[in-house]
């Protein structure tokens, strides 16, 4: 059965810092998604990563995948009010993290 | 919202009634799927659709059936509702299976009293 971890759950950061949200999941997976849900809002695509070491990067965030250590990374340079929200990684598309409410400090 | 309309937005029901959530596409996707939302769950699939009358279960199926007569509407019905599946429910769609990512519809926010 594939499970799928986040972590952290929570981040509070300042803006201007750097950070890295981290997706293990249990069983091969050539295939990774990363997704942002606004409070009360619906989810929205942000990457796909459908190879072992591809990387996806839209402006602030960049996505990585490594098929053989099972981890996706989310990292975010120089945070900004804007990407406050809760992230999914998704595995095989079925299968959610249970997400990392981020939280951008002023 | 690539074309996803979820009907109703809110709704409020009492225990063991019947309860039918309706998902309707425009974009011709092949792909269907229901999720439902928890705090401290993340999300969870309850049924996915790969073409008219072609269902499977999800992780959390119990309680649920669902129903995909044509291309378009992708329906999720509780037989008798309960507490437990007061939840955010949201439909998404996909156009190749797991090569492209899931589009989501607006989610609908179901209470059981």
């Known amino acids: 059965e594939l499970k799928v971890e986040q972590n952290p759950l929570f981040l509070s950061m300042q803006e201007g810092k750097n950070y890295t949200i981290y997706c293990n999941y249990s069983t091969t997976s050539d295939r990774l998604y990363w997704y942002r849900q606004d409070p009360g809002k619906s989810l929205e695509s942000l990457f796909v990563l459908l190879s072992n070491g591809a990387v996806k990067q839209e402006g602030r965030l960049m996505a990585s995948l490594d098929t053989k250590a099972r981890l996706s990374t989310l990292h975010i340079t120089a945070a900004v009010h804007d990407l406050s929200a809760t992230y999914f990684c998704?595995?095989?598309?079925?299968?959610f993290g249970k997400g990392t409410k981020l939280t951008v400090n002023p | 919202d690539a074309g996803i309309t979820q009907s109703p937005r809110h709704k409020v029901t009492e225990t063991g009634t019947p309860v039918t959530l309706r998902c309707h596409q425009t974009?011709?996707?092949?792909?269907m799927y229901w999720y439902r939302q928890d705090p401290g769950h993340g999300l969870r699939l309850i049924h996915y659709?790969?073409?008219?009358?072609?269902?499977d279960k999800g992780e959390v199926s119990d309680g649920y059936s669902v129903s995909r007569s044509k291309t378009e509407d992708f329906l999720l019905t509780l037989e008798s509702a309960t507490s437990s599946q007061t939840s955010v429910y949201f439909c998404?769609?996909?156009?190749?299976?797991?090569?492209?990512?899931?589009?989501f519809g607006n989610g609908t926010r179901l209470t059981v009293t």
């Open positions: 998704a595995a095989e598309k079925l299968v």
């Open positions: 659709s790969y073409g008219v009358k072609d269902t």
């Open positions: 974009e011709n996707h092949r792909y």
């Open positions: 998404a769609i996909s156009e190749f299976g797991l090569e492209s990512p899931l589009h």
